[in-house]
């Protein structure tokens, strides 16, 4: 089995010094206080590419030969990995071509090429990033040219790895704790390396989107397992399966893995935003986000939390603050029949809703040849009793049709 030399990382440490910043490890006074420890982020998200990417990426790049670097380098990444590609190949004066998927964001696309400049070029090609992934591998066989894997590759492990060195190099005190986002294990695989070497005393919990669990199910099983569906929703951890590299490391390095429902990552995002002003993507929340499952254990501990990333797409925000209400239980969807007659809108607006029930989203279309016209009503609410006193309320006058939230199928075409 392969493992990470702490010799090579430090290597990696020195080469990058010119390239990437040395981050700031922050006290977080409003979270210390609430969670009764000492919790520091890390701020990879103050990276000039806003994510760690350019680490494990340049570190590769630059590992190349110089027939290597003269016939170019193929990457797939619709977000962090295509940027920090990108940036060092305009560092290195490489010619990179990146795969991207068809439906990715413009501002995304342009983020990349403006990081990359004349010595990228950028392919769209199928619809998910699978099949972006595809027509690189095939594409970069086919010209001779080195693939820039996001996470599966040493030479990317020992770039993110040098996160580790810093954080001990920053720290005052011990670290207790460490929470790290996990999507293909690259920063996770790479940091718990480190440290169980240099701060063995220091726990490692690895932190991924619940809805795609590929690490902690592999672990759970002992195989690198793929899993047949995710939620997509957490795009910078969202994976159908881990490396087989970084299941490896992590399997012998990770003390923990845990898991975070995807509307607790969007809470977490809004309140970062409200209380810090720091703008995280949905990835870079996940070790913020974990912390409240962890409160007893951690009580007293030095606590440090990786933010990985900043690159979050504004078009994202409705979804965000929807998801984040959903989750804390306020806002509900309900299917509701209305009676075709004069008057049914205002009878329930008066004498079915709470005094606190606000509508937020309203669909309603009118059949004359039917009794009762079916409405998809959006209402936020105080809490359950709430919810439960109304849907009462709306069998008593025979309004109601059906509880949407826990309907998937109908209930992901609102979102």
Do not use: W
Not at 137 to 158: A, G, L, Q
Not at 352 to 381: C, Q, W
């Amino acid at each position: 089995m392969q493992t990470v030399e702490l010799n090579k990382v430090k290597e990696a440490a020195s080469l990058l010094s010119d390239v990437v910043s040395e981050t700031p490890l922050m006290l977080n006074i409003h979270l210390s206080q609430l969670m009764n420890a000492k919790v520091h982020f890390k701020r990879e998200d103050l990276q000039q590419v806003r994510s760690y990417k350019i680490r494990g990426a340049y570190n590769k790049i630059a590992s190349l030969n110089r027939d290597q670097l003269a016939q170019g380098v193929v990457c797939a990444s619709a977000g962090n990995h295509a940027q920090g590609v990108a940036h060092s190949c305009f560092l290195k004066q490489v010619h990179g071509v990146i795969f991207m998927p068809v439906p990715t964001p413009k501002q995304k696309v342009d983020r990349v090429r403006q990081f990359g400049g004349e010595f990228i070029e950028i392919v769209l090609v199928g619809d998910t990033f699978d099949e972006a992934s595809e027509e690189a591998m095939r594409y970069c066989r086919e010209n001779n040219m080195s693939f820039i894997h996001p996470f599966d590759d040493m030479k990317v492990i020992e770039g993110q790895a040098t996160i580790a060195l810093e954080l001990l190099s920053q720290a005052n005190t011990p670290i207790d704790y460490v929470f790290v986002p996990v999507g293909g294990g690259g920063v996770a695989s790479g940091i718990s390396s480190v440290l169980k070497k240099l701060s063995p005393q220091t726990k490692i919990i690895g932190v991924e989107p619940a809805g795609a669990a590929s690490m902690s199910t592999s672990l759970h099983r002992g195989v690198n397992t793929k899993l047949d569906h995710i939620d997509k929703f957490i795009d910078g951890a969202s994976v159908q399966k881990v490396g087989e590299l970084n299941f490896e490391l992590c399997s012998i390095h990770l003390d923990q893995m845990a898991t975070v429902h995807e509307g607790k990552v969007c809470q977490t995002i809004l309140e970062l935003y409200n209380t810090d002003a720091i703008v995280v993507e949905p990835a870079g929340a996940l070790s913020v986000a974990v912390l409240e499952q962890f409160k007893d254990e951690i009580a007293g501990k030095n606590v440090v939390c990786l933010i990985s990333g900043s690159n979050n797409d504004i078009t994202r925000t409705e979804e965000i603050k929807e998801r984040a209400l959903l989750h804390e239980g306020v806002k509900h969807y309900f299917l509701v029949r209305f009676p075709q007659r004069a008057g049914a809108l205002k009878e329930f607006i008066s004498e079915v809703l709470g005094p606190n029930d606000d509508i937020t989203h309203f669909e309603y279309s009118k059949k004359h040849n039917r009794n009762t016209g079916p409405a998809v009503i959006g209402i936020e609410m105080n809490g359950q009793r709430d919810v439960e006193a109304l849907i009462t309320r709306m069998k008593e006058r025979n309004y109601y049709g059906e509880y949407l939230n826990n309907k998937n199928d109908l209930f992901q075409m609102l979102l």
